[in-house]
């Protein structure tokens, strides 16, 4: 190994790369965790007991009265119990545009004076026009005392007058990045509840003597059933399980993608071995000669392995710590969340995972190549060091078993929905394809090299990348492994878009869309029936239709479900076909469903169904009709629009405008557009408009998968380089006799360039393939989840080949400098 520094320090960063993406990730959601603890602790510390609506399975808790607040009151070992209302305000800013964060909440209060919150300038709300901020909110959107703000709540735009500006103690801005308002009582109940005196729940502070625990049981044995009652502490851990439920979720996705990483790691490990290997051929029969055992020569080769695995977990458990440690200050900081981190730590699943991933991934790796070592004969010590060719008929069985299989969990895991089944496949799939590399690496490379073969420097280089076949086909398989996933994600986002477009231009018979641009606190953004109603009257409109729409029960099943305001309307636009019964408006207690959900479920015309909304008691439902396959509303219950007062809000989300025959839709638009000057998260739309804000979000999504794979397409980038620098060290005497007959310098390297392009460009190839092939079969799985069309992402392909060609001139600077350099006397002279 001390001889042999240079030759595995890239092999050793592969597996600190991949170290440090498993470590990181998990001082990241360490870090988070134990700051979001510390977060709600402190968001609740001052609550000794908290009193809530009970929340009834599918139904929306009922409010609380003063007389549940006279009652607690009442209670022995209450000190004070103050009623608390709460409920989304979402602030507009100086630019007319809503004020966003990124995911923490945004609401309003009534200021009781009684929290921890303290006014750090002007004066608490008096009037029913004056509301105080959070300092947070007062930073971001820079307001003052004094100035004007206008909030949206469950009514349009209000203005109120800032009277005070509030912070928390030690003078924080915000707990965690919430934007928030308070309001006098009256008008905090009205704007955030809906009505007056109700209360979301009551916080109750203990007389001194008292535990929390102890006036728990008593305040829950005074209300008796229907109530949810919670020390503060229990609150604050019920809380942050929440988020860290979420944060679980966060580290598996990251682990993920290191996992790939350290997939991709091992081809390199492999191939690093296996040619230091064939370098050592004379070396180790000389070994074998001398006595040495086969056991003897395996345990050298892997207790190698094992010290790079040991040196590399160290080295990526360091970086992993730092790396997670700059994430958690980024999510903070520039991700405006605003939240106090806790200081970083190194979780004990951390130093386990790095030490047991690094050195596991290193020592498996390079079995194959140490029990190639211990099979070779003493008398090779006597021969030229040199790898001969061997037949691939072996090999090429097994990867296309190991491929069959692959294709066959893929297929289980389509069929089942099971994720473990179709990640397993994917990751089979991916090593048979690599198994049959080697087959196909001799006539691509031949091909690809053509290209590039205009100049001997470049014959020459597309010779050198075909003479090994399985030292290419390792190499480039490492980088078929990261874009063949990029490639497959991208044909599945590809085909929903290409899907949604031809739903909106050829089912979506509707000119206007109008729908929110987000969501509010986890729902989208809605406005009130009547200003539909305006719409309709409006100039041009020839009809329009709009839902709101909720979570509803049938049994243990929670299904979606709309109120839609014209079936007549929504039959026309959504081009809709019934399949039993007659598309016709609702009765209150008729329910109309999609072929999709009729046939899972059984149901048919005339069938009953009991379903739970969100208030009130059950209700009974008579299909009235079904519709034929469609690819809007499904899996979605249709309920008439009386419906809409028991969801938990009635108002509407989305609505869908026709105008009249000679009338244009960007006429209406501008004439409909000022209804919601008041609602500015309301957009309204045409279609292509729509379609393009729809599939915006798969952009984001692509790129974020681009982004964590990308780590795994640096390490196969090294890998080139590792190789083409080993495959330099192993021709020297060779590249000296070319320099003798004069080659010049500038060719040596044109010559690497090549080799290295060649190997790139034949691993892009392989994995544009297999992403092909994967993108195509999830799209074929997914057509009855609504991708029908199958669309590919050429524009992007082409980018990821050019990609590729680039990434092989940079892969080869280093060892074509190398090359370039050699002494030409020393070199011929080289044993």
């Known amino acids: 190994m001390l001889s042999r520094k240079l030759r595995l320090v890239l092999s050793a960063l592969a597996v600190v790369l991949g170290v440090m993406f498993v470590s990181g990730s998990f001082v990241l959601t360490d870090t988070l965790q134990r700051s979001f603890t510390d977060l709600f602790s402190s968001a609740f510390a001052n609550v000794d007991v908290s009193v809530a609506p009970e929340q009834e399975k599918g139904k929306q808790p009922e409010l609380l009265t003063p007389q549940a607040i006279a009652d607690v009151k009442s209670v022995p070992g209450v000190a004070s119990a103050v009623g608390e209302v709460q409920g989304s305000a979402r602030p507009i800013g100086k630019n007319g545009k809503v004020i966003t964060t990124s995911g923490a909440p945004r609401f309003g209060t009534n200021w009781t004076g009684t929290g921890q919150e303290k006014i750090r300038d002007g004066r608490a709300p008096a009037a029913d026009d004056e509301v105080v901020i959070g300092a947070y909110l007062a930073s971001t959107g820079g307001f003052a005392v004094g100035d004007d703000i206008a ?7 209000k203005t109120f007058k800032v009277t005070g500006v509030y912070e928390y103690a030690g003078g924080r801005e915000s707990l965690g990045g919430e934007l928030s308002v308070s309001f006098t009582e009256p008008v905090a109940q009205q704007l955030l509840l809906g009505k007056k005196d109700v209360y979301s ?19 829950a044995a005074k209300l008796g059933p229907g109530y949810d009652v919670k020390t503060g502490a229990a609150l604050a851990k019920e809380q942050a399980d929440q988020i860290n439920e979420g944060l ?8 993920g993608f290191a996992g790939i990483a350290l997939f991709v790691g091992i081809f390199i490990i492999l191939n690093t071995f296996s040619i230091i290997v064939a370098q050592r051929t004379r070396e180790l029969a000389l070994l074998r000669s001398m006595g040495a055992s086969r056991g003897q020569v395996i345990g050298s080769v892997v207790l190698e392995a094992f010290v790079i695995g040991l040196i590399a977990s160290v080295a990526g458990l360091g970086a992993g710590v730092g790396v997670g440690a700059l994430l958690a200050t980024i999510f903070t900081s520039v991700g405006g969340t605003n939240l106090q981190l806790a200081g970083i730590g190194v979780p004990m699943s951390a130093v386990i995972s790095s030490f047991a991933v690094g050195i596991v991934v290193t020592v498996v790796a390079a079995v194959m190549p140490a029990l190639r070592a211990s099979r070779i004969a003493p008398v090779a010590a006597m021969r030229e060091a040199a790898t001969p060719d061997r037949p691939l008929t072996k090999i090429t069985v097994i990867g296309a078993v190991v491929l069959a299989a692959g294709g066959a969990a893929l297929g289980l895991g389509f069929n089942s929905a099971s994720l473990p089944l179709i990640f397993g496949g994917i990751l089979v ?21 053509r290209l590039l073969s205009w100049s001997m420097p470049g014959l020459l280089g597309r010779r050198n990348s075909a003479r090994n076949p399985r030292r290419t086909a390792i190499t480039a398989a490492a980088l078929m492994v990261g874009i063949s996933l990029i490639t497959g994600v991208s044909v ?9 477009e031809k739903l909106a231009s050829g089912q979506l018979q509707t000119d206007l869309i109008i729908s929110g641009e987000g969501q509010v606190e986890g729902q989208p953004a809605t406005f009130k029936r009547d200003v539909l109603t305006q719409v309709e009257k409006t100039d041009g409109v020839d009809s329009a239709f709009g839902w709101a729409s909720d979570g509803v029960l049938q049994g243990d099943d929670r299904l979606f479900a709309t109120a839609i305001t014209n079936v007549p309307a929504m039959k026309d636009m959504f081009a809709l076909k019934a399949l039993s019964g007659e598309i016709a408006p609702l009765k209150d207690d008729q329910v109309a469903l999609p072929e999709g959900l009729a046939t899972e479920k059984g149901w048919k015309v005339g069938t009953t169904l009991t379903l739970q909304l969100a208030k009130g008691e059950p209700r009974t439902f008579t299909v009235a009709f079904v519709w034929a396959k469609s690819q809007v509303l499904q899996g979605a219950l249709v309920l008439p629009e009386s419906a809409a007062k028991d969801f938990r809000s009635d108002q509407i989300g989305q609505a869908f405008v026709k105008v009249k025959p000679g009338t244009t839709a960007a006429d209406v638009q501008k004439r409909v557009e000022p209804l919601f000057a008041d609602n500015p998260e309301i957009t309204v739309q045409d279609r292509s408009a ?12 692509l790129l974020m998968i681009q982004i964590l794979l990308a780590l795994a397409i640096l390490i196969a980038v090294l890998g080139v380089i590792n190789t083409l620098a080993l495959s330099v060290i192993e021709r020297t005497r060779e590249l000296g006799l070319l320099r ?36 195509v079969a999830t799209v074929q799985a997914l057509k009855d989840q609504g991708i029908s069309e199958l669309g590919l992402p050429w524009a992007t392909m082409v980018q990821y080949l050019v990609v590729a060609a680039v990434v092989g001139v940079v892969a080869a600077i280093l060892p074509a400098i190398r090359a370039a350099r050699l002494n030409v006397l020393d070199a011929i002279a080289y044993e």
């Open 151 to 157: 909030l949206l709540t469950l009514e349009p735009k």
């Open 201 to 219: 729940s009551v916080t109750v502070t203990a007389a001194q003597g008292t535990s929390d625990d102890a006036l728990r049981d008593a305040v």
């Open 248 to 255: 679980k979720f966060f580290n598996y996705v990251l682990l």
């Open 429 to 449: 799939a991916l090593v048979g394809v690599a198994l049959l590399t080697p087959l196909l690496s001799k006539p691509m490379v031949s091909l690809i090299g």
């Open 492 to 500: 599945v986002l590809t085909s929903a878009t290409k899907s949604i």
């Open 690 to 701: 729509f379609v393009k804000q729809t599939t915006s979000q798969f952009d984001t999504v």
């Open 740 to 775: 003798a007959i004069g080659m010049r310098r500038a060719q040596v390297m044109r010559m690497i360039t090549v080799e290295s392009v060649v190997i790139s460009v034949f691993g892009a190839v392989l994995g544009l393939a297999v992403g092909l092939a994967l993108g």
